[in-house]
Protein backbone atom coordinates (compact mmCIF):
# COMPACT_ATOMS: atom_id res chain seq x y z
CA UNK A 1 0.00 0.00 0.00
CA UNK A 2 1.85 3.48 -1.20
CA UNK A 3 2.08 6.18 1.65
CA UNK A 4 -0.73 8.02 2.40
CA UNK A 5 1.93 11.44 1.09
CA UNK A 6 1.68 9.99 -1.85
CA UNK A 7 -2.11 10.89 -2.94
CA UNK A 8 -1.30 14.40 -2.47
CA UNK A 9 2.30 14.56 -3.67
CA UNK A 10 3.46 12.78 -6.75
CA UNK A 11 6.68 10.25 -7.56
CA UNK A 12 7.54 11.89 -10.29
CA UNK A 13 10.57 13.88 -9.57
CA UNK A 14 11.70 17.09 -11.71
CA UNK A 15 14.31 18.23 -9.67
CA UNK A 16 17.26 15.75 -9.89
CA UNK A 17 19.89 14.50 -7.23
CA UNK A 18 23.45 15.38 -6.78
CA UNK A 19 23.21 18.99 -6.28
CA UNK A 20 25.69 20.98 -4.36
CA UNK A 21 22.82 22.07 -1.57
CA UNK A 22 24.10 22.02 1.85
CA UNK A 23 22.78 18.84 3.66
CA UNK A 24 18.85 19.47 4.97
CA UNK A 25 18.80 22.83 2.66
CA UNK A 26 15.32 23.77 2.74
CA UNK A 27 15.57 25.42 -0.84
CA UNK A 28 16.51 21.99 -2.42
CA UNK A 29 13.71 20.56 -0.50
CA UNK A 30 11.20 23.40 -1.30
CA UNK A 31 11.79 23.79 -4.87
CA UNK A 32 11.79 19.88 -5.16
CA UNK A 33 7.84 19.66 -3.76
CA UNK A 34 6.83 22.57 -5.89
CA UNK A 35 7.75 20.73 -8.81
CA UNK A 36 6.17 17.78 -7.94
CA UNK A 37 3.00 20.26 -7.02
CA UNK A 38 3.16 21.65 -10.86
CA UNK A 39 4.24 19.18 -12.78
CA UNK A 40 6.15 19.38 -16.03
CA UNK A 41 4.56 22.60 -17.61
CA UNK A 42 6.11 24.90 -15.72
CA UNK A 43 8.68 27.76 -16.13
CA UNK A 44 10.78 28.73 -13.23
CA UNK A 45 12.81 31.90 -12.93
CA UNK A 46 15.41 31.99 -10.19
CA UNK A 47 17.40 35.31 -9.25
CA UNK A 48 20.31 35.25 -7.56
CA UNK A 49 20.04 33.22 -4.55
CA UNK A 50 21.46 29.83 -3.20
CA UNK A 51 19.00 28.27 -5.08
CA UNK A 52 20.63 29.45 -8.51
CA UNK A 53 23.70 27.32 -7.26
CA UNK A 54 21.69 24.34 -6.67
CA UNK A 55 20.28 24.07 -9.74
CA UNK A 56 23.70 23.80 -11.54
CA UNK A 57 25.14 25.36 -14.40
CA UNK A 58 23.60 24.34 -17.98
CA UNK A 59 23.56 22.15 -19.68
CA UNK A 60 23.70 20.25 -16.58
CA UNK A 61 20.85 21.57 -14.46
CA UNK A 62 19.02 19.52 -11.74
CA UNK A 63 15.93 20.93 -12.89
CA UNK A 64 13.99 19.26 -15.12
CA UNK A 65 11.65 21.90 -16.38
CA UNK A 66 12.36 25.07 -18.41
CA UNK A 67 14.51 27.81 -16.12
CA UNK A 68 15.71 31.02 -16.25
CA UNK A 69 18.55 33.17 -14.01
CA UNK A 70 17.70 36.38 -13.93
CA UNK A 71 19.33 39.42 -12.04
CA UNK A 72 17.81 40.11 -8.46
CA UNK A 73 15.26 43.11 -8.69
CA UNK A 74 14.18 41.46 -12.62
CA UNK A 75 12.48 38.29 -11.72
CA UNK A 76 8.55 39.44 -10.76
CA UNK A 77 9.37 41.55 -14.16
CA UNK A 78 10.75 38.68 -15.98
CA UNK A 79 7.97 35.95 -14.95
CA UNK A 80 5.52 38.72 -15.98
CA UNK A 81 6.86 38.73 -19.53
CA UNK A 82 6.77 34.99 -19.53
CA UNK A 83 3.42 34.81 -18.76
CA UNK A 84 1.91 37.54 -21.16
CA UNK A 85 3.99 35.68 -24.06
CA UNK A 86 2.98 32.26 -23.43
CA UNK A 87 -0.62 34.09 -23.03
CA UNK A 88 -0.51 35.70 -26.84
CA UNK A 89 1.01 32.25 -28.47
CA UNK A 90 -2.53 30.56 -26.69
CA UNK A 91 -0.24 28.83 -23.89
CA UNK A 92 -2.56 29.12 -21.35
CA UNK A 93 -1.81 26.20 -18.86
CA UNK A 94 1.63 26.70 -18.21
CA UNK A 95 2.69 27.57 -14.57
CA UNK A 96 5.46 30.43 -14.39
CA UNK A 97 7.22 30.81 -11.27
CA UNK A 98 9.01 32.75 -9.71
CA UNK A 99 11.35 31.08 -7.01
CA UNK A 100 13.29 33.72 -5.04
CA UNK A 101 15.23 34.44 -1.20
CA UNK A 102 13.83 36.46 1.17
CA UNK A 103 16.53 38.92 -0.06
CA UNK A 104 15.91 38.59 -3.45
CA UNK A 105 11.96 39.19 -2.58
CA UNK A 106 11.81 40.84 0.87
CA UNK A 107 14.35 43.81 0.04
CA UNK A 108 16.31 44.16 -3.55
CA UNK A 109 13.03 42.64 -5.48
CA UNK A 110 10.22 44.18 -3.73
CA UNK A 111 9.61 46.92 -6.48
CA UNK A 112 9.13 44.10 -9.07
CA UNK A 113 7.04 41.67 -6.75
CA UNK A 114 4.68 44.81 -6.15
CA UNK A 115 4.61 45.58 -9.61
CA UNK A 116 3.66 42.35 -11.27
CA UNK A 117 1.28 42.11 -8.49
CA UNK A 118 -0.18 45.47 -8.89
CA UNK A 119 -0.66 44.33 -12.95
CA UNK A 120 -1.85 41.38 -11.47
CA UNK A 121 0.07 39.27 -14.49
CA UNK A 122 -0.54 35.47 -14.16
CA UNK A 123 2.37 34.15 -12.27
CA UNK A 124 2.91 32.35 -8.61
CA UNK A 125 5.69 33.96 -6.92
CA UNK A 126 7.04 31.68 -4.34
CA UNK A 127 9.16 33.19 -1.32
CA UNK A 128 11.73 30.73 0.07
CA UNK A 129 12.50 32.44 3.49
CA UNK A 130 16.09 31.17 5.23
CA UNK A 131 15.50 34.84 6.76
CA UNK A 132 19.14 36.33 5.69
CA UNK A 133 21.39 36.61 2.70
CA UNK A 134 22.79 32.64 3.13
CA UNK A 135 24.75 32.91 -0.54
CA UNK A 136 27.13 35.71 0.28
CA UNK A 137 27.21 34.39 3.82
CA UNK A 138 24.46 34.99 6.03
CA UNK A 139 24.10 38.71 6.54
CA UNK A 140 20.78 40.06 7.55
CA UNK A 141 17.86 41.30 5.34
CA UNK A 142 14.37 42.82 5.77
CA UNK A 143 13.27 39.05 6.65
CA UNK A 144 15.59 38.35 9.38
CA UNK A 145 13.21 38.47 12.86
CA UNK A 146 14.33 40.32 15.67
CA UNK A 147 17.59 39.61 17.88
CA UNK A 148 18.16 37.24 15.10
CA UNK A 149 22.39 36.63 14.93
CA UNK A 150 23.52 37.49 11.05
CA UNK A 151 27.23 38.17 9.69
CA UNK A 152 25.91 41.62 9.91
CA UNK A 153 24.04 41.53 13.26
CA UNK A 154 26.48 40.55 15.47
CA UNK A 155 24.77 41.08 18.37
CA UNK A 156 20.99 40.44 16.72
CA UNK A 157 19.32 42.34 14.28
CA UNK A 158 17.54 45.38 16.41
CA UNK A 159 14.62 45.39 13.47
CA UNK A 160 11.15 43.11 13.60
CA UNK A 161 10.79 41.23 10.48
CA UNK A 162 9.14 42.65 7.30
CA UNK A 163 6.11 40.85 6.55
CA UNK A 164 5.41 40.29 2.93
CA UNK A 165 2.78 38.12 2.77
CA UNK A 166 0.18 40.99 4.16
CA UNK A 167 1.84 43.43 2.07
CA UNK A 168 1.49 41.26 -1.17
CA UNK A 169 -1.97 40.76 0.17
CA UNK A 170 -2.50 44.24 0.18
CA UNK A 171 -2.45 44.20 -3.40
CA UNK A 172 -5.89 42.55 -3.51
CA UNK A 173 -4.14 39.52 -5.41
CA UNK A 174 -6.63 36.68 -5.68
CA UNK A 175 -4.48 34.10 -3.56
CA UNK A 176 -1.76 34.71 -0.59
CA UNK A 177 -0.67 32.01 1.55
CA UNK A 178 2.14 31.06 3.90
CA UNK A 179 4.22 27.53 4.05
CA UNK A 180 6.24 25.71 6.07
CA UNK A 181 8.14 22.43 5.08
CA UNK A 182 6.87 20.30 8.54
CA UNK A 183 3.20 20.17 6.40
CA UNK A 184 4.06 19.30 2.62
CA UNK A 185 0.83 18.41 1.99
CA UNK A 186 -0.67 22.06 3.11
CA UNK A 187 2.20 23.55 1.11
CA UNK A 188 1.55 21.43 -1.73
CA UNK A 189 -2.04 21.59 -1.72
CA UNK A 190 -1.41 25.78 -1.85
CA UNK A 191 0.54 25.79 -4.58
CA UNK A 192 -2.00 23.69 -6.64
CA UNK A 193 -4.80 26.44 -6.00
CA UNK A 194 -2.40 28.82 -6.62
CA UNK A 195 -1.84 27.24 -9.78
CA UNK A 196 -5.70 26.83 -10.28
CA UNK A 197 -6.31 30.65 -9.96
CA UNK A 198 -5.97 33.20 -12.96
CA UNK A 199 -3.71 36.39 -11.63
CA UNK A 200 -0.95 37.01 -9.29
CA UNK A 201 -0.48 34.27 -6.66
CA UNK A 202 1.96 34.61 -3.90
CA UNK A 203 3.31 32.02 -1.30
CA UNK A 204 5.76 32.51 1.37
CA UNK A 205 7.47 29.53 2.69
CA UNK A 206 9.89 29.15 5.61
CA UNK A 207 12.65 27.77 5.22
CA UNK A 208 15.06 26.89 8.33
CA UNK A 209 18.67 26.67 6.88
CA UNK A 210 21.21 24.34 9.16
CA UNK A 211 24.31 26.68 8.20
CA UNK A 212 22.48 30.06 8.77
CA UNK A 213 20.70 29.26 11.59
CA UNK A 214 23.02 27.18 13.44
CA UNK A 215 21.58 23.86 13.57
CA UNK A 216 22.20 20.24 13.00
CA UNK A 217 21.32 19.53 9.28
CA UNK A 218 19.10 16.74 10.09
CA UNK A 219 16.56 18.83 12.48
CA UNK A 220 15.45 21.17 9.08
CA UNK A 221 11.52 19.25 9.32
CA UNK A 222 11.78 19.57 13.91
CA UNK A 223 12.72 23.07 13.36
CA UNK A 224 9.83 24.24 10.92
CA UNK A 225 7.70 22.29 13.18
CA UNK A 226 8.46 24.17 16.46
CA UNK A 227 8.38 27.28 14.41
CA UNK A 228 4.08 26.42 13.66
CA UNK A 229 3.73 25.04 17.31
CA UNK A 230 5.06 28.00 18.71
CA UNK A 231 3.10 29.71 16.58
CA UNK A 232 6.26 31.89 15.79
CA UNK A 233 5.18 30.99 12.55
CA UNK A 234 1.42 31.00 11.47
CA UNK A 235 0.01 28.84 8.13
CA UNK A 236 -2.90 30.60 6.50
CA UNK A 237 -3.95 31.86 2.97
CA UNK A 238 -6.18 34.74 1.73
CA UNK A 239 -8.04 33.58 -0.62
CA UNK A 240 -9.93 36.30 -2.61
CA UNK A 241 -9.82 38.59 0.23
CA UNK A 242 -11.00 36.21 2.56
CA UNK A 243 -8.13 35.50 5.53
CA UNK A 244 -7.91 31.62 6.79
CA UNK A 245 -5.84 29.77 9.11
CA UNK A 246 -5.00 26.30 7.74
CA UNK A 247 -2.76 22.60 8.81
CA UNK A 248 -1.80 22.97 12.79
CA UNK A 249 -2.11 26.89 12.65
CA UNK A 250 -6.49 26.14 13.01
CA UNK A 251 -5.79 25.24 16.62
CA UNK A 252 -3.20 27.90 17.87
CA UNK A 253 -5.61 30.95 18.53
CA UNK A 254 -5.77 29.87 22.40
CA UNK A 255 -2.80 30.74 23.48
CA UNK A 256 -2.68 27.83 26.09
CA UNK A 257 -1.95 25.38 22.86
CA UNK A 258 0.87 27.17 21.42
CA UNK A 259 4.49 25.97 22.65
CA UNK A 260 6.70 28.76 24.37
CA UNK A 261 8.38 30.53 21.98
CA UNK A 262 11.79 29.75 23.41
CA UNK A 263 11.35 25.95 22.71
CA UNK A 264 11.65 26.83 19.13
CA UNK A 265 14.53 29.93 19.66
CA UNK A 266 16.53 27.44 21.63
CA UNK A 267 16.95 25.24 18.86
CA UNK A 268 19.21 27.66 17.00
CA UNK A 269 22.98 29.00 17.62
CA UNK A 270 21.65 32.44 15.76
CA UNK A 271 19.44 33.07 19.44
CA UNK A 272 22.11 31.88 21.74
CA UNK A 273 23.09 34.99 23.02
CA UNK A 274 19.62 36.45 23.85
CA UNK A 275 18.62 37.02 27.72
CA UNK A 276 15.48 35.57 29.17
CA UNK A 277 13.84 39.60 28.87
CA UNK A 278 15.02 39.14 24.75
CA UNK A 279 13.04 35.84 24.85
CA UNK A 280 10.21 37.32 26.92
CA UNK A 281 10.03 40.20 23.82
CA UNK A 282 9.59 37.26 21.42
CA UNK A 283 7.40 35.99 23.23
CA UNK A 284 5.20 38.89 23.19
CA UNK A 285 5.69 40.19 19.40
CA UNK A 286 4.23 36.80 18.66
CA UNK A 287 1.45 36.61 21.45
CA UNK A 288 0.86 40.55 19.82
CA UNK A 289 1.28 38.66 15.92
CA UNK A 290 -2.32 36.20 17.18
CA UNK A 291 -3.84 38.82 18.86
CA UNK A 292 -4.21 41.27 15.44
CA UNK A 293 -5.41 37.35 13.60
CA UNK A 294 -8.08 37.08 16.14
CA UNK A 295 -9.39 40.76 15.40
CA UNK A 296 -9.27 39.64 11.82
CA UNK A 297 -10.69 36.37 12.17
CA UNK A 298 -13.62 38.06 14.14
CA UNK A 299 -14.45 40.64 11.90
C1 LIG B 1 22.42 43.18 -7.66
C2 LIG B 1 23.14 42.12 -6.89
N1 LIG B 1 23.56 42.38 -5.63
C3 LIG B 1 24.17 41.43 -4.91
C4 LIG B 1 24.42 40.19 -5.45
C5 LIG B 1 25.13 39.14 -4.63
N2 LIG B 1 24.25 38.09 -4.14
C6 LIG B 1 24.08 36.92 -4.79
S1 LIG B 1 23.09 35.83 -3.99
C7 LIG B 1 22.88 36.94 -2.71
C8 LIG B 1 22.07 36.55 -1.49
C9 LIG B 1 20.61 36.33 -1.77
O1 LIG B 1 19.88 36.22 -0.59
P1 LIG B 1 18.42 35.64 -0.64
O2 LIG B 1 17.62 36.29 -1.70
O3 LIG B 1 17.86 35.70 0.73
O4 LIG B 1 18.65 34.11 -1.08
P2 LIG B 1 19.54 33.01 -0.31
O5 LIG B 1 20.95 33.22 -0.71
O6 LIG B 1 19.33 33.20 1.15
O7 LIG B 1 19.02 31.70 -0.81
C10 LIG B 1 23.58 38.15 -2.95
C11 LIG B 1 23.62 39.29 -2.03
C12 LIG B 1 23.96 39.94 -6.77
N3 LIG B 1 24.12 38.74 -7.35
N4 LIG B 1 23.35 40.92 -7.48
S1 LIG C 1 23.01 28.06 2.98
FE1 LIG C 1 20.97 27.29 3.59
S2 LIG C 1 19.58 27.74 1.87
FE2 LIG C 1 21.70 27.95 1.14
S3 LIG C 1 22.24 25.94 0.21
FE3 LIG C 1 22.91 25.88 2.38
S4 LIG C 1 21.15 25.06 3.56
FE4 LIG C 1 20.40 25.67 1.52
MG1 LIG D 1 17.68 34.17 2.12
Known sequence: MSHPLFKVIPKEEYFLPG??????????????????????????????????????????????????????????????????ALELKGIGDANVVVWAGDGGTADIGLQGLSGAAERGHNIIYVCYDNEAYMNTGIQRSGATPYMAWTTTTPTGKREIKKDIPLIVAMHRVPYVATAALAYPQD????????????????????APCPPGWRFDSSKTIEISRLAVETG????????????????????????????????????????????????????????????????????
Open 232 to 299: TWVLYEIEDGKFRLTGPSKGLIDKSKRKPVAEYLRTQGRFSHLSDEDMAKIQKIVDENWEWIKRWLEG
Open 19 to 84: TPACPGCPAALGLRLLLKALGPKTVIVIPACCSSIIQGAYPRSAIKVPLINIAFAASAATASGIAE
Open 187 to 206: YVMKLRKAAAKKGFKYIHLL
